[in-house]
């Protein structure tokens, strides 16, 4: 399984940016981001299944927005409005589903997303 971030960069206050990431190597159940601030644990961001319910915190709802493009597996992250509280590497996640019904999850190498005031 490989996962290819890109996008992601510097921002400044209620500017938008982008965040893209195409899985190969498996069929991937759900697609998602995570994000992970300086002294803090990894938090889920937003995800997307493969029939298109997603999942957002309750910190991005009505900001960002995840969409897929099932056939090239791959996972978008528009983020409009940012704040510096967004400020945070970027993981994209793609879960596997196993014949018993758990997940394995898979990670890319994370990007850096930095909004100022």
């Known amino acids: 399984v490989q996962l290819v971030e890109s996008g992601g960069g510097l921002a400044q206050a209620g500017e938008s940016l982008r965040l893209s990431c195409t899985a190969s190597?498996?069929?991937?159940?759900?697609l998602g981001w995570y994000r992970q601030a300086p002294g803090k644990p990894r938090e889920l961001v937003a995800a997307i299944t493969s029939g298109g319910t997603t999942n957002y915190a309750d910190s991005v709802k009505g900001r960002f927005a995840i969409s897929r493009d099932g056939a090239k597996n791959t996972v978008f992250l528009q983020m409009n409005s940012l704040k510096p509280e967004d400020t945070a590497v970027y993981y994209c996640n793609a879960r596997v589903r196993t014949f018993t019904n758990n997940y394995n999850d898979y990670w890319g190498q994370g990007k850096q997303v930095t909004v100022s005031s």
């Open positions: 190597g498996s069929i991937f159940s759900i």
